[in-house]
């Protein structure tokens, strides 16, 4: 079963900049697509990008476009979410799971198995 950890979350001013990462153990995330999902309360989760397993096409949420970069760096098992000038907007947990290019919103309906995310606060 795939599982993920998320960090690097946290309290951040708007305008101001965070770097998740995304771990798992037990297999080689380099054979996936992988993204970042998010959730604010009361709202559904949405996707926010998805890379494929090369790192050579990704795919951007409009509302983070210019703002946010997905890198991964398979030698170290490790997918990167960089988010520049945060916006109160961008307040949700953060997850990332494997993802596809063909939809819309990123989401795969065959993965259900959600790690707990991290917690982002865009705030003043």
């Known amino acids: 079963q795939l599982q993920f950890v998320e960090s690097g979350g946290g309290l951040v001013q708007p305008g101001g900049s965070l770097t998740l990462s995304c771990g798992a153990s037990?297999?080689?995330?380099?054979?996936?697509?992988l993204g970042w999902f998010r959730q604010a309360p009361g709202k559904e989760r949405e996707g926010v990008s998805c890379?494929?397993?090369?790192?050579?096409?990704?795919k951007y949420a409009d509302s983070v476009k210019g703002r946010f970069t997905t890198t991964r760096d398979n030698s170290k098992n490790t997918v990167y979410l960089r988010m520049n000038s945060l916006k109160p907007e961008d307040t949700a947990i953060y997850y990332c799971?494997?993802?596809?290019?063909?939809?819309?919103?990123?989401?795969?309906?065959?993965?259900?198995?959600w790690g707990q995310g991290t917690q982002v606060t865009v705030s003043s």
């Open positions: 799971a494997p993802c596809t290019l063909q939809r819309a919103n990123m989401l795969r309906t065959d993965f259900a198995s």
């Open positions: 037990g297999f080689t995330l380099a054979s996936y697509a």
């Open positions: 890379i494929i397993g090369s790192g050579g096409k990704l």
